[in-house]
């Protein structure tokens, strides 16, 4: 399968990307977040609106940090039991999300050394 093209502009499609150098809250429900913070990094994300279904969103670290990630509603909608989730300190920590329903589900296979309580 070809590479995905944006044809009104006749370019191959680039997923948004946002670098997260401070704390803060991820404001893109699709693409690719990278974590470069020095230090820990705080970060939140707000719950998909229904209009989101079936997007995918990676959170990667650049640096060797345990940073912190806030889903509002949890990790498949399981509230206040999976909603914060540690990054266990190491570059290349991460995970995938897709949007459904609401909620944000990790890709299966793809959380790399982040767990949520």
């Not at 399968?1 to 997260?20: I, S």
């Not at 806030?70 to 399981?78: D, K, Q």
């Not at 509230?79 to 589900?105: C, K, M, P, Q, R």
Request: hydrophobic fraction near 40%; charged fraction near 15%.
């Amino acid at each position: 399968m070809g590479d995905l093209l944006n044809v009104k502009q006749r370019q191959e499609y680039a997923q948004p990307t946002l670098p997260m150098s401070a704390d803060g809250a991820i404001t893109i429900k699709s693409g690719i977040v990278v974590v470069t913070k020095a230090g820990v990094c705080a970060m939140t994300l707000a719950a998909p609106a229904y209009s989101d279904n079936g997007k995918r969103l990676v959170i990667d670290s650049h640096t060797a940090q345990a940073h912190t990630l806030t889903i509002s509603g949890g990790l498949r909608g399981a509230g206040s039991g999976a909603d914060v989730g540690t990054f266990g300190g190491a570059i290349g920590d991460g995970i995938e999300l897709y949007a459904y329903n609401g909620n944000w589900y990790p890709v299966p296979g793809t959380n790399t050394n982040v767990s949520f309580a």
